[in-house]
């Protein structure tokens, strides 16, 4: 048949070139290394090099450079089992060799592959007789570590351990913002938004106020309240320094200066926080002052405010001192620019004359819109209305 033509024809061919081939050849040529002068036979290794085992006879020698098929060594005659046969599908050993001792590699070629990635060739179990290691071994090694790692599978979940009780609640509550606590909600949080505050305060010797109080009882029979008398220096200061009685329109770019002072007063109602406001404080005696604020201050009690009596206001005055503390940051209530906090009054030490007296002390503290003054505005006026409060009679020469 054809196939075996061609057979027969390469073998003729090949024979008749291994006949013309110069006796100083060296045959088939691994390129890149040329040929060999050298005329020398070839000795193969023996076995002994490769570390064969006792009892197991070399391999048959080749009988030519040129064959193209090595016979198979003879089965040992004693051996204890047989040796496991290599299959193309099982492919070339890739890991470390296992039998104790380095496995043979003869092509430099072999050794300097394995150690350009890293590794000796002699670690590797061969896959060519007794365990020479191959080009294909160091390929193999090559291709398993350059491999992914298989994800290690995840261990079965434990089963999930009883869920424990949540302690028991009282229950929270939700309660809705409506009415009046939303209008109070909505006007603060937009006065911090819009408003680049500040705070000053200062402690006032309060003592002259409450003997000022104590002589207008007994020359007129008619009780004044502290917070009135300091309501009547409030609006003499806010006279004297009107930046703070007024207000900034964002749209305008403009600050407007009232010309009439409304002053309010923040009120803690059963609805919640309330500023009635005083309207025209700044035409009022101070007797009609007392009873315009005694007035809010009863309607106060139920939180019986119509929507006039709490708008149109300029400026705060804010009694925190009747909830017992001495100071706070109140929030200014927009789009007035200022408010004027009075605390608690206690008797402490002071030093009055280079000596030390126990005297009525109260401490004020006041915010203010920065866009409107500077701190030099705002802490002139918190200090005329201290210098009032400490001598009343001071008051006299603004009236």
């Not at 060296?26 to 002068?37: D, K, W």
């Not at 023996?46 to 098929?69: C, E, I, L």
């Not at 002052?289 to 149109?312: E, H, M, N, W």
């Amino acid at each position: 048949s054809a196939p075996a033509a061609s057979a027969s024809a390469a073998s003729a061919s090949a024979a008749s070139a291994s006949s013309a081939e110069p006796s100083g050849a060296s045959g088939a040529v691994l390129v890149g290394y040329g040929t060999s002068e050298n005329t020398r036979p070839v000795r193969r290794p023996s076995a002994a090099r490769f570390g064969a085992r006792a009892g197991q006879p070399a391999p048959a020698p080749v009988p030519s450079a040129t064959a193209a098929v090595v016979a198979p060594a003879a089965a040992p005659a004693a051996a204890p089992a047989p040796a496991p046969v290599v299959t193309p599908e099982a492919g070339p050993a890739a890991g470390p060799t296992g039998l104790g001792r380095p496995s043979p590699v003869v092509s430099p070629i072999v050794r300097r592959l394995a150690r350009e990635n890293g590794f000796d060739a002699s670690t590797l179990r061969g896959s060519g007789p007794n365990d020479l290691v191959l080009r294909r071994d160091v390929e193999a090694r090559i291709r398993a570590a350059e491999a992914p790692v298989p994800a290690v599978a995840a261990a079965p979940a434990q089963a999930a351990a009883p869920a424990v009780a949540a302690p028991p609640t009282t229950g929270d509550t939700r309660i809705p913002i409506t009415g009046l606590r939303k209008v109070v909600a909505e006007r603060l949080a937009q006065s911090r938004r819009e408003i680049p505050e500040a705070t000053i305060w200062l402690d006032v010797d309060a003592t002259e106020l409450f003997a000022a109080r104590d002589r207008l009882l007994a020359d007129t029979g008619e009780r004044f309240s502290v917070t009135a008398l300091i309501a009547r220096f409030v609006v003499a200061g806010l006279r004297r320094y009107p930046l703070l009685n007024a207000s900034v329109d964002t749209a305008s770019q403009e600050i407007l200066v009232r010309g009439d002072i409304n002053l309010g007063i923040a009120a803690q109602t059963p609805r919640g926080l309330m500023v009635p406001v005083v309207q025209g404080a700044h035409a009022l005696t101070t007797r009609q002052l007392r009873d315009a604020i005694a007035g809010l201050v009863t309607q106060a009690g139920d939180g019986a405010f119509s929507p006039g009596a709490l708008a149109g206001g300029t400026f705060t005055l804010n009694n925190f001192g009747s909830l017992g503390v001495d100071g706070s940051a109140a929030i200014i209530n927009h789009p007035e620019a200022a408010i004027l906090g009075i605390g608690r009054m206690i008797e402490r030490p002071w030093v009055v004359d280079h000596q030390l007296a126990v005297r009525t002390v109260v401490e004020l503290s006041m915010v203010f819109d920065h866009r409107v003054c500077d701190g030099d505005t705002a802490a002139g006026f918190l200090t005329y209305v201290a210098r009032c409060i400490e001598s009343p009679v001071s008051l006299l020469a603004d009236l």
